[in-house]
C-alpha cells in the first residue's frame, strides 16, 4: 500500500521569506501523481500544485514550486515571499496514475506566518 | 452549484444515536469521494463512487459506516449508533472523474460525538 510521510507537524516562516515543507511517500508504482494541498482554518482543501511522476520537469505555480526527486520518492513544497494568508495546513498526497483511485495523505504540516 | 456543498456544517450527538451526513457534488461531476479527518490528522479515505460502478469501500471502518449515491447527484454519509471516536471532520470531494483532474472539496462537517 501506499504511505505518504510529512515528517515536519509544525514549521514556521517570517513573512516574505521563504519555506521548505518536506514530504516522502513509498509506491511500487512506476507512475503516479503527487498534490500539494491547503486547508485553511475554513476547513475546505484546496489545491496547491500538482505533479505528474513522468515529467521530469518540476512544477511551478506562481510563489508555489516543488522539488521532485523520484529516485528519492520525495516531493517537498518551496513557498517563496511567504504571505500572511499563506499559513495553513498544508497536505502532501499520492494518487495512483491509472483508474479514479483515491488520494493517500500525509498528515500534514501547519505553517504559521510571523509578519 | 458553484462547489460541493456538505450538510450539516456541525453536528452534535450523542452516543449510540444515527446521524446522516449529505454532499451535493458539483454538477456534471461523476466521481465523489467521502474522506474522515480526525483532530490534527490527515484525512482518511472511506468510500468512493464513480458513475454507475460499485462504489469503492475499502476505506469503511467498520459496517457502522455506509453511504449511498443517486446517480451522479446527491451522496449520503450515514454512521449508526455513533461511538465517540467517530468524531472528526467528515469532507466531501468530487471530481469530473477523467482520472487526472483535481478534486474539488467542501467545508465538510464537524461531527461531535458526546
Known amino acids: 500500500a501506499q504511505t505518504v510521510t510529512q515528517s515536519q507537524p509544525e514549521m514556521s516562516v517570517q513573512e516574505a521569506e521563504t519555506v521548505t515543507l518536506s514530504c516522502t511517500y513509498d509506491t511500487s508504482e512506476s507512475d503516479y501523481y503527487l498534490f500539494w494541498y491547503k486547508q485553511p482554518p475554513s476547513r475546505q482543501m484546496i489545491l496547491v500544485i500538482r505533479?505528474?511522476?513522468?515529467?521530469?520537469q518540476n512544477a511551478t505555480e506562481n510563489r508555489f514550486s516543488v522539488n521532485f526527486q523520484k529516485a528519492a520518492k520525495s516531493f517537498s513544497l518551496k513557498i517563496s515571499d511567504s504571505q500572511l494568508g499563506d499559513a495553513a495546513m498544508y497536505f502532501c498526497?499520492?494518487?495512483?496514475?491509472?483508474?479514479?483511485?483515491?488520494?493517500?495523505f500525509g498528515k500534514g504540516t501547519r505553517l504559521s506566518v510571523i509578519a | 452549484g458553484a462547489g460541493v456543498s456538505q450538510s450539516p456544517s456541525n453536528k452534535v450527538t450523542e452516543k449510540g444515536k444515527d446521524v446522516e451526513l449529505r454532499c451535493d457534488p458539483i454538477?456534471?461531476?461523476?466521481?465523489l469521494y467521502w474522506y474522515r479527518q480526525r483532530l490534527g490528522q490527515g484525512l482518511e479515505f472511506l468510500i468512493y463512487?464513480?458513475?454507475?460502478?460499485?462504489?469503492?469501500k475499502s476505506g469503511l471502518p467498520s459496517d457502522r459506516f455506509s453511504a449511498e449515491r443517486t446517480g451522479e447527484s446527491v451522496s449520503t454519509l450515514t454512521i449508526q449508533r455513533t461511538q465517540q471516536e467517530d468524531s472528526a471532520v467528515y469532507l466531501c470531494?468530487?471530481?469530473?472523474?477523467?482520472?487526472?483532474?483535481?478534486?474539488?472539496f467542501g467545508s465538510g462537517t464537524q461531527l461531535s460525538v458526546l
Open positions: 454538477s456534471g461531476h461523476t466521481a
Open positions: 498526497a499520492y494518487r495512483r496514475y491509472s483508474g479514479n483511485t483515491p488520494l493517500v
Open positions: 505533479q505528474e511522476a513522468y515529467k521530469q
Open positions: 463512487f464513480q458513475g454507475n460502478s460499485a462504489p469503492d
Open positions: 470531494a468530487s471530481s469530473s472523474g477523467q482520472g487526472t483532474e483535481k478534486l474539488f
